[in-house]
């Protein structure tokens, strides 16, 4: 069951309100050039507006000067030294896999992971 009272389909007309609207009148007045002042408003925001190159460089400084906010710094910071540990770890490991480990033997495939010049050197027939 909903709590709610049912809306009426149309209101019922209070005659009481209805003469009190009526008999509303505004007293005030605009400011003398309201109107040409909006419209000149409306205008200026309407008219595309070009980037000047001067504009992209004031942009580019603010956008600068964001990361002389120590939380800032140390966010970018943290985020170039993540980067670059993921970045070194899947270079590592990418070049680990490609490694000419000997197959076989697990005592041989050990020494050469350790030092790879202890490898064994197939011997020219």
């Known amino acids: 069951m909903d709590p709610r009272p049912p809306h009426p389909s149309s209101p019922v007309p209070d005659p009481i309100l209805s003469k009190l ?4 009148k505004v007293d005030g007045s605009l400011p003398q050039g309201f109107q040409s002042e909006v419209r000149h408003r409306i205008a200026h925001n309407q008219v595309p507006r070009t980037r000047s190159l001067a504009d992209g460089l004031a942009a580019f400084v603010r ?22 540990a993921l970045s ?38």
């Open 21 to 24: 609207l009526r008999s509303w």
């Open 88 to 125: 070194g770890s899947r270079h590592a490991h990418s070049t680990y896999s490609r490694s000419a480990l000997p197959e076989g033997d697990p005592q041989v495939r050990y020494i050469a992971s350790i030092d790879p010049y202890q490898m064994p050197r197939s011997s020219p027939p």
């Open 63 to 84: 956008a600068i000067s964001m990361l002389q906010r120590p939380t800032f710094a140390v966010a970018y910071i943290t985020a170039g030294i993540l980067v670059g």
